[in-house]
């Protein structure tokens, strides 16, 4: 497979790196603190959504804005050593020219960049939270990034590992790539699919990138 495009977008947790475990642990000691019953918690998607959204379906919407800082809290206290960069990462993102790529993640802006600086990757772009009033599965992550960039929506091409992302990628008319990192394929709707980074490797071109990716 070969794709030509100005600018490739990432998602983060599950596409860059992994923090999975951390989330995990972070959100369960966060539900205990605010008494909500497991069988509560079990019934929320955690991945690849706002903090802000999974928050709103479990408490009242007076105890938000304290509720989303304790998680955040312990989301970040919890960086060190929680993280882990996955297959493919580094070596892609940084065959990248810097105006070419961005990541948009569901996550906080100080916790994004807290994850990734653990792991030592430096971004150029990043569309957080904090950034948009709509996530993902809306498509404004994604366009946003694609402005910030100065590039056609539907030159990019978005790399997400989670069902939302992917669909939020798709509504923005973006070429879709998806990993298998947190689901099996058949979860997945994409363009193309690979099991992790190490699939896709990328080389500038004359006004964009040429990706070259292994099924």
């Given at each position: 497979?070969?794709?030509?495009?100005?600018?490739?977008?990432?998602?983060?947790?599950?596409?860059?790196?992994?923090?999975?475990?951390?989330?995990?642990?972070?959100?369960?000691?966060?539900?205990?603190?605010?008494?909500?019953?497991?069988?509560?918690?079990?019934?929320?998607?955690?991945?690849?959504?706002?903090?802000?959204?999974?928050?709103?379906?479990?408490?009242?919407?007076?105890?938000?804005?304290?509720?989303?800082?304790?998680?955040?809290?312990?989301?970040?206290?919890?960086?060190?050593?929680?993280?882990?960069?996955?297959?493919?990462?580094?070596?892609?993102?940084?065959?990248?020219?810097?105006?070419?790529?961005?990541?948009?993640?569901?996550?906080?802006?100080?916790?994004?960049?807290?994850?990734?600086?653990?792991?030592?990757?430096?971004?150029?772009?990043?569309?957080?939270?904090?950034?948009?009033?709509?996530?993902?599965?809306?498509?404004?992550?994604?366009?946003?990034?694609?402005?910030?960039?100065?590039?056609?929506?539907?030159?990019?091409?978005?790399?997400?590992?989670?069902?939302?992302?992917?669909?939020?990628?798709?509504?923005?008319?973006?070429?879709?790539?998806?990993?298998?990192?947190?689901?099996?394929?058949?979860e997945l709707s994409a363009d193309?699919?690979?099991?992790?980074?190490?699939?896709?490797?990328?080389?500038?071109?004359?006004?964009?990138?040429?990706?070259?990716?292994?099924?």
């Amino acid at each position: 497979m070969k794709i030509q495009a100005e600018a490739l977008l990432f998602d983060n947790d599950g596409t860059l790196i992994s923090s999975m475990e951390s989330v995990y642990r972070c959100w369960r000691r966060w539900a205990e603190e605010y008494g909500i019953t497991a069988e509560d918690f079990a019934r929320v998607e955690l991945h690849g959504r706002p903090a802000v959204e999974i928050i709103a379906e479990l408490l009242p919407a007076e105890k938000i804005p304290e509720a989303l800082a304790r998680i955040e809290q312990l989301e970040v206290e919890d960086v060190p050593g929680g993280v882990v960069v996955l297959p493919g990462t580094k070596e892609l993102v940084t065959s990248l020219p810097r105006s070419r790529w961005a990541v948009v993640t569901s996550a906080t802006r100080p916790l994004a960049e807290a994850r990734l600086h653990e792991v030592g990757i430096d971004f150029p772009v990043m569309i957080a939270a904090n950034d948009i009033t709509r996530g993902k599965p809306d498509p404004e992550p994604f366009l946003l990034a694609a402005e910030r960039l100065g590039v056609d929506p539907a030159r990019c091409v978005v790399f997400e590992d989670a069902p939302a992302g992917l669909a939020s990628g798709r509504a923005a008319g973006m070429i879709t790539v998806a990993l298998t990192t947190t689901h099996t394929a058949d979860e997945l709707s994409a363009d193309y699919v690979v099991k992790d980074l190490s699939a896709v490797s990328a080389q500038a071109i004359d006004g964009g990138v040429e990706l070259t990716a292994r099924d």
